[in-house]
Structure formats: structure tokens, C-alpha cells
């Protein structure tokens, strides 16, 4: 089910995220609909707070020549992280039509559970190291304008408040009502496949 992103700047942004106790079908299914929320968005990365969930859960896109597939990680961490910066363009689902160049570390390795609940850890580098660390920043209540100056910090939150207070949402096609209670998929068939095969082709950025 796709689910509606809230937009910055909302308290649940700036929220820390809390552990997932145990890998259920509950958790699975709010994967899933992070999943779908994500392409349906056409975004590289989604965290479960920008859905409305205090959770330590992200979904991010990888792309390659061959294909494209989605992490579904849970209560992901950098356990190590490599000094050397690197500063890419960046965009956020709840930052619509936002982008700044973030500094960040060129590799990190993640240790995380999947969605089995089963041990992984990620050697990441380039795009996908930036987006790993971009969403796990989610987790504890930081997004992109937190690595911005004051000033431009203060200019997107202007313009995202006035944006917000004219209804501004994403776009993404039909979202369902919200619901933050019950993240169960019921009936509705997966979009994810179709929405995967679109996605084919070299990789672009966040
Ligand atoms: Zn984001």
C-alpha cells in the first residue's frame, strides 16, 4: 500500500527512532509498503518515520546495469566508517523538489537485520553509501538540512512551511488514506514488481 510521506518540517522528522523488538509480519508488511511508497515516489531511500512510524526501518534503492532491487533493513547501524568525504547532490522525499549537495564518507559498512530478521552487513561506497547513511540519519531525527548552514536551513524551512500551509503533498499516484496504526497490505496487489522494472537501467543519484 502506498502510504503518504510527510514533508519536512514536522516533528516526527526530528524524532528518534525507536529499536524493532522483533521481526514480525507487521514489520514485513510496513517494509513492504515503505517499498512500494518509495518507487511509487521514485525515490532511492525511504525511512519509516517519513511514513508516520518511530522505527529503526529504512527501504533503499540500489540500481545497476542489470537491474534495480530494494534493502529492506531493520534497526540498521555504521559500524565503521571510512574518513574520506565526499559531497553529492541529495534529495529527500520529504524535502519535494529539494536538492543541496551533502558532505559525507565516501564508504561506510552497515550491520543491520533484513527482513527474514537474519544478520547482514553492507559494504557500501559512492551513491549507496550516501544513501544509507542520508536514511539512517532519519532514524535519529536528522535530515539533509541539518548538514546545511544556518541560513539555508532557515530558507527551505520558510519555504517548506508556506509550501505545507498551502497544501503542499507528494505526488506520488493515489496514496491511501492515512493510517499509522495498521500497517497491514490486505488485498491489494503488490505494485512493487512493475514498479522494480521501470526502474532498470544505469544508476542516478538520491
Ligand atoms: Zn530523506
Given at each position: 500500500m502506498i502510504r503518504e510521506v510527510i514533508i519536512w518540517p514536522d516533528p516526527i522528522l526530528s524524532a528518534k527512532c525507536e529499536e524493532v523488538p522483533v521481526v514480525d509480519d507487521a514489520v514485513r508488511a510496513l517494509l513492504h509498503d515503505m517499498e512500494e511508497t518509495m518507487l511509487a515516489c521514485r525515490g532511492a531511500g525511504l525511512a519509516a518515520p517519513q511514513v508516520g512510524?518511530?522505527?529503526r526501518l529504512v527501504t533503499v534503492l540500489v540500481r545497476s546495469e542489470t537491474g534495480a532491487q530494494v534493502l529492506k533493513l531493520v534497526n540498521p547501524r555504521i559500524v565503521?566508517?571510512?574518513?574520506?568525504p565526499q559531497l553529492m547532490k541529495e534529495g529527500c522525499l520529504s524535502l519535494p523538489g529539494y536538492y543541496e549537495q551533502v558532505r559525507r564518507n565516501r564508504h561506510v559498512t552497515v550491520e543491520s537485520l533484513d527482513e527474514t530478521g537474519a544478520k547482514v552487513e553492507i559494504g557500501a561506497e559512492g551513491l549507496l553509501a550516501h544513501a544509507l547513511q542520508h536514511e539512517i540519519d532519519h532514524l535519529d531525527?536528522?535530515?539533509?538540512?541539518?548538514?546545511?548552514s544556518v541560513i539555508k536551513r532557515n530558507l527551505a524551512r520558510a519555504k517548506f512551511v508556506k509550501a505545507k500551509k498551502k497544501?503542499?503533498?507528494?505526488?506520488?499516484?493515489?496514496?491511501?488514506?492515512?493510517?499509522?496504526t495498521d500497517p497491514t497490505t490486505k488485498e491489494r496487489p503488490s505494485r512493487v514488481p512493475e514498479l522494480l522494472e521501470q526502474l532498470a537501467g544505469p544508476p542516478k543519484g538520491p
Open positions: 512510524f518511530k522505527l565503521k566508517r571510512e574518513e574520506a531525527g536528522i535530515t539533509l538540512t541539518d548538514h546545511l497544501g503542499m503533498r507528494w505526488q506520488a499516484e493515489k496514496p491511501e488514506p492515512k493510517d499509522f
